[in-house]
């Protein structure tokens, strides 16, 4: 079957299907091995990305704009301060303009609604590279990951442990779409949206995979394949930093709870970790991390998204 994704938006993995997903997986993947072997190839030659930053970023612009350049392509990155988007100018304006000059545009940003205004007006493929309610880049990348270390997703434990948070909500949409099982231990009051929630537990129930909720990260993590979590308090948040730190202690992840998962259970987390708060430094540098690797395959996932989108 012939998939394509070209003129596509990436705005939240709940918009794709199983097929969709893992084409961009198996994607990433091919050009990930490509790379290694031989080094760029340049399919996206004259082509420009626009990034849009409110938030700072490591991982995000670096291995963006890096994906674009090994492509061939150019990148240009944007500050709020130098666009003003909502001040400065209506956000529809700057999709309308962007579509102008570039050829896709990629915002990360703190309103999950922003990105999708710029989607509305824009005549160019859009990407979600962070809101406060989805990262769907990070989940793929997360996926292939997986799929690197297990040699498949469905029929697999993924344990997440800590706050549902926007990378727990596309962890969510992604496993449940490819057959993998999902159970949440989040404190009462920082669970992922029910919506989300109902949406990823019909999904995973179609593909023979289950998504559970429980306060005890000791149940979540139980014969877990895969053991995950985020940092405690996010960009936006750091008011409520202290608050978090006593609520979400007991849902460290550390030597004592990863007993409880597969004896070959792997262990992620985004990045930045906040070592011996949501993780230990111990767990980071130990044998079962594949951290680096997950920080790694977003580069492999941007330019998968953008060669597929881009046709």
Request: aromatic share 6%; hydrophobic share 40%.
């Amino acid at each position: 079957m012939s998939i394509s994704l070209k003129g596509r938006d990436l705005i939240t993995l709940a918009d794709f299907g199983t097929d969709e997903i893992l084409h961009l997986l198996n994607t990433a993947r091919e050009q990930k091995q490509l790379f290694h072997a031989h080094g760029p190839a340049q399919p996206l030659k004259g082509r420009t990305l626009a990034c849009i930053f409110q938030k700072p970023s490591l991982r995000t612009r670096v291995s963006l704009e890096v994906a674009m350049m090994q492509l061939g392509g150019s990148a240009v990155s944007l500050t709020e301060a130098e666009i003003g988007p909502g001040s400065r100018e209506p956000v529809r304006d700057i999709g309308r303009v962007l579509s102008r000059y570039v050829h896709v545009i990629a915002v990360r940003t703190f309103a999950h609604s922003m990105v999708e205004e710029i989607a509305r007006y824009a005549s160019v493929p859009v990407i979600n590279a962070l809101t406060d309610y989805s990262h769907p880049c990070q989940a793929l990348a997360d996926l292939l990951t997986i799929l690197e270390s297990k040699g498949r997703l469905e029929g697999l434990k993924l344990a997440y442990v800590g706050d549902g948070n926007n990378v727990a909500v596309s962890l969510l949409l992604g496993s449940s779409r490819v057959g993998m099982s999902m159970s949440l231990a989040c404190p009462e009051g920082y669970d992922v949206p029910d919506r989300v929630f109902e949406l990823a537990r019909k999904e995973a129930g179609k593909r023979g995979a289950s998504v559970e909720r429980t306060r005890d990260p000791h149940d979540a993590v139980s014969g877990a394949d895969v053991v995950y979590t985020d940092v405690w308090t996010s960009m936006g948040q750091e008011v409520e930093a202290e608050t978090r730190r006593d609520i979400f202690r007991p849902y460290q992840v550390n030597e004592e709870l990863l007993r409880g998962a597969d004896e070959h259970a792997v262990v992620m987390h985004c990045l930045p970790a906040h070592y011996g708060e949501e993780i230990t430094e111990e767990v980071v540098e130990g044998p079962r991390s594949v951290i680096f690797d997950q920080a790694e395959n977003r580069l492999h996932v941007q330019k998968a998204v953008m060669s597929l989108v881009m046709g």
